[in-house]
């Protein structure tokens, strides 16, 4: 009974860390979304352990807790994945950002030495 109000009670304050974070801004809705999506299932289960037994038995795993620990580490995985390919994403953008820049820079420079050249041929 112990174990099951710590964890119904550990996904309620995740949940509102999460509400909490996108309220402020500092967490983006497509990871908010994720997050409560799985909050969603976790506070019933934690509150009716029964449940997952239940679904473990359906599957052929051994106990509800195997299922979730293998659920959990899939979970993980996709997280990391997902977030690799986001970083992935933006260091080509931070690449090509890096070399508008530096063109632009280039331009800018080259528009400086004509001015200068021209002002001291006139002055």
Do not use: N
């Amino acid at each position: 009974m112990k174990l099951t109000l710590v964890t119904g009670l550990t996904g309620l304050v995740l949940l509102a860390t999460i509400v909490e974070l996108l309220r402020r801004r500092q967490l983006r809705e497509k990871y908010g979304m994720l997050w409560l999506g799985l909050l969603f299932v976790v506070i019933p289960l934690s509150l009716f352990p029964r449940l997952l037994d239940g679904v473990a038995d359906l599957l052929g795993v051994a106990s509800g807790v195997s299922l979730v620990l293998f659920l959990g580490i899939v979970f993980l995985l996709l997280v990391c994945i997902h977030l690799s390919w986001e970083v992935s994403a933006l260091e080509e953008e931070t690449r090509t950002l890096a070399e508008e820049v530096a063109l632009i820079r280039a331009e800018f420079e080259a528009d400086r030495a004509v001015r200068e050249e021209l002002v001291s041929r006139d002055g």
